[in-house]
């Protein structure tokens, strides 16, 4: 299909639909795709004023440029690196000024944050162990 004429029919599809009705279809399509959710938040979505779990969550809301791997979104680590070392720099700058707790706290969201996004971004290549007992994190 021309993308042209694409373009015309979802103009003229979303002229019709009502607020409430591109938000259902919304709130589903996201809850089954979840390469769209993850657009839809880097895009939209953005973390409380100090809440340093959501600022931390919102570091890893980058898809990946080769799109979608065994159904999952893949995730663009490069991204994701700028923006938790801007939170390290933030952690190092409170700890500098006394503030320990904030400091201890950015830095632990971090860790267990990376841990769990990188931990689900590769579940695909979880290696297989033969005759070995398994270990967990």
Known sequence: MNTNTQIDKIDKVLS???G???KAFVWQYAATH???ATALVEKYWKP???NYKEQVEACFAHAGVLGVRFGYPQLDWRKIEQDL???LRKAKSMK???NLIDAALIAGYVMTITCREFKHDHLA???VMCGQKKTRF
């Open 16 to 18: 019709k639909i009502s």
């Open 20 to 22: 409430k009705k591109i």
């Open 34 to 36: 979840e390469d769209f």
């Open 48 to 50: 409380e004023r100090g």
């Open 85 to 87: 070392a801007a939170m």
């Open 96 to 98: 500098k000024k006394g």
């Open 125 to 127: 290549y979880t290696p």
